[in-house]
Nanobody, 123 residues
């Protein structure tokens, strides 16, 4: 059974940091683009970041502005999202996904999703 399991969310004050992890199991995702999206209540799921299978090329949503860094460890079948200088508007559920091809910018390109981890940033 293929699973993506996110962890690392929580409550943090504005300006703080969190590191999200997404552990994959059931198959290797070494050839997949991995990405993070987020969704706040009443809003659509929004692209945060993605990293291609090489681990060399990454993309970020405009709102990130150098605050977040996506990385992957193929040996551990895990992708990370380091989030620094968090703001209250970053509050959302964060979802990890896997896409078999492409840059990972499009929501519809993902074939697998995790259950999400909640990030809450207090002011």
């Amino acid at each position: 059974q293929v699973q993506l399991v996110e962890s690392g969310g929580g409550l943090v004050q504005a300006g703080g940091s969190l590191r999200l992890s997404c552990a994959a199991s059931g198959r290797s995702f070494s050839s997949y683009t991995m990405g993070w999206f987020r969704q706040a209540p009443g809003k659509e799921r929004e692209f945060v970041a993605s990293i291609t299978w090489t681990g060399i090329i990454s993309y970020y949503g405009d709102f990130v502005k150098g605050r977040f860094t996506i990385s992957r460890d193929k040996a551990k079948n895990t992708v990370y999202l380091q989030m620094n200088n968090l703001k209250p508007e970053d509050t959302a559920s964060y979802y990890c996904g896997a896409a078999s091809s492409g840059s990972g910018l499009r929501l519809g390109s993902y074939e697998y999703w995790g259950q999400g981890t909640q990030v809450t940033v207090s002011s």
